[in-house]
């Protein structure tokens, strides 16, 4: 059976774990998984730095997808800004190397805390219907 991956930060766990409840919703909802299997059971790294170490993981492990989640807030310095770069960055390689979708449920960088809230189930559910559309893609 196919599987998709679920990597979470951990840093800001309250909201991601809503982030994650709302991607088992909306694969509930709207029957998305189909003949893609099922999700995986989340794997929780500390922050959003590790995500992409996880994903690699998660694909090396014959995912056919991963979704991502996680929030890099605003700082007092660049250090936010930085490793979202970074962050987005490693992801966008992944995703072109293994030729498999990952999905963006990061909100930052630069998230300030009132732009949080808002962007929980928007995000959550933008990156599990990427990876599910484009699995579906086929050139």
Partial sequence: MSKIGVVCGSFHKD????????????????A???????????????????????????????????????????GQTLHGQAMGDAVMAALIDLQLEYNRPIGLG????????????PRLVPHARAAIEAVV?????RP
């Fill in 15 to 30: 909201e991601v774990s809503r982030m994650l409840d709302t991607v088992k919703a909306t694969i509930d909802d709207q």
């Fill in 32 to 74: 998305l998984l189909g003949s893609w299997g099922a999700l995986m059971e989340p794997v929780w790294v500390p922050g959003a730095f590790e995500v992409p170490l996880a994903t690699k993981r998660l694909l090396d492990a014959g995912c056919v997808g991963v979704v991502t989640l996680g929030i890099i807030e605003r």
């Fill in 106 to 117: 990061i909100i930052g960088p630069g998230a300030d805390p009132e732009h949080i809230e």
């Fill in 133 to 137: 559309h484009m699995l579906n893609v």
